[in-house]
């Protein structure tokens, strides 16, 4: 390497040390971080590292995660014909080494240089998919059947926990998918609408991220705030494209959207949740909203946080019988309803929200 020994930067037990590269994030990186602690806590080892195969590049080997080892090693890529770690993805069985070194080649890291090391693969749907290495900064340390077993047996944990986070991970991918097809429906239908969705979808980041929501309660709220509206699909256009302000029964007819968005998503794998995020984003605080009348903490935080978003997000968008009100009134408007149509922990994260982007 170019970098002198003594300017690495070293990945420590008890750092964050990002798993995975961004490239390849669908290997679990909290996962394999957490293993690459947990064997040099349990083995007694200063140096772990993990190597997963890259999914996107067959030929590719990649460095995802480590403890004790320069973070320049975390995210470098191998041929899977380069070194030893390639003998055990293609199924040798446990390897142990005098040199660690040895395993890490082409990478260069002199600290190594003469340390004990193993490495045992992580193996999941008949195929290793993984290696595990430890290594230990004492020379004389050896490596014998008990610390291989463990090892294994560390990597059989890692396994099971990769195959049930990979299998999430495809149906994330199918859940977004079904987003982007839904949104693109929107958009076709009524371009308006789809901006609306936008803005809303922005607004509820800013305030689900203030209200310190988790990022997988995040990611529900955004696609319920991306796809909030998505049952004005099933609305007529005469009622949808009216210029004017509806009459009793046409407006009876939009109030429909909200069941029949979550009756839409319901169906989707995945998006159960959000589905009853979208059917409840029309519920009061004070109980007289609808489909259900539901009231105060009964709605779901993120219903509450769509309800104020798209009211704010439409009260500040040009209409075909009206023009946009400016933010200060707008948010006059908001606040003038907490309490009554609005959570007011929700308001005053929008009005937050609102001053800071000014």
């Not at 929700?346 to 982007?357: C, D, F, G, I």
């Amino acid at each position: 390497m170019t970098q002198p020994e003594q300017q690495r930067r070293f990945a420590q037990p008890g750092s964050r040390v990002p798993a995975v590269p961004p490239a390849e994030p669908g290997y679990g990186a909290l996962v394999l971080d957490r293993l690459a602690r947990q064997v040099c806590r349990t083995a007694g080892v200063e140096w772990s590292c993990i190597f997963v195969r890259d999914r996107k590049d067959p030929r590719a080997v990649i460095a995802a995660a480590g403890q004790g080892v320069p973070w320049d090693l975390l995210g470098a890529r191998y041929g899977i014909d380069e070194g030893l770690i390639a003998d055990v993805l293609a199924g040798s069985g446990p390897l142990a080494v005098e040199d660690y070194c040895e395993l890490l080649e082409p990478f260069d890291w002199s600290e190594a240089r003469g340390a004990p090391g193993v490495a045992v693969p992580i193996a999941w749907d008949g195929q290793v998919a993984a290696v595990l290495s430890a290594a230990s900064a004492d020379p004389t340390r050896a490596f014998g059947p008990e610390d291989v077993m463990l090892l294994a047996e560390l990597a059989e944990l890692a396994a099971a926990a990769l195959e049930h986070t990979e299998g999430r991970e495809q149906i994330s991918e199918l859940m977004q998918a079904h987003v982007v097809a839904l949104s693109a429906a929107m958009d076709m239908r009524d371009r308006r609408t789809a901006r609306h969705s936008e803005d809303v979808v922005r607004l509820s980041l800013a305030v689900g991220e203030l209200l310190h929501l988790e990022t997988t309660s995040l990611l529900e709220l955004e696609f319920a705030a991306r796809l909030h509206d998505v049952g004005k699909i099933r609305v007529p256009d005469a009622v949808l494209h009216k210029p004017g302000p509806l009459d009793h029964t046409e407006y009876d007819v939009i109030r429909c959207h909200a069941a029949w968005g979550a009756e839409t998503l319901a169906t989707i794998p995945g998006l159960q949740a959000v589905a009853a995020v979208v059917r409840f984003h029309h519920e009061r605080w004070d109980g007289t909203g609808y489909p259900d009348g539901l009231r105060g903490a009964r709605i779901p935080l993120a219903s509450r946080i769509i309800c104020v978003c798209d009211a704010y997000a439409a009260m500040t968008a040009d209409r075909p019988y009206r023009l946009a009100m400016v933010r200060g009134e707008a948010l006059s408007e908001v606040v003038e309803g907490s309490g009554s149509q609005f959570d007011p922990m929700v308001v005053s994260a929008l009005t937050q929200a609102v001053e800071a982007a000014v």
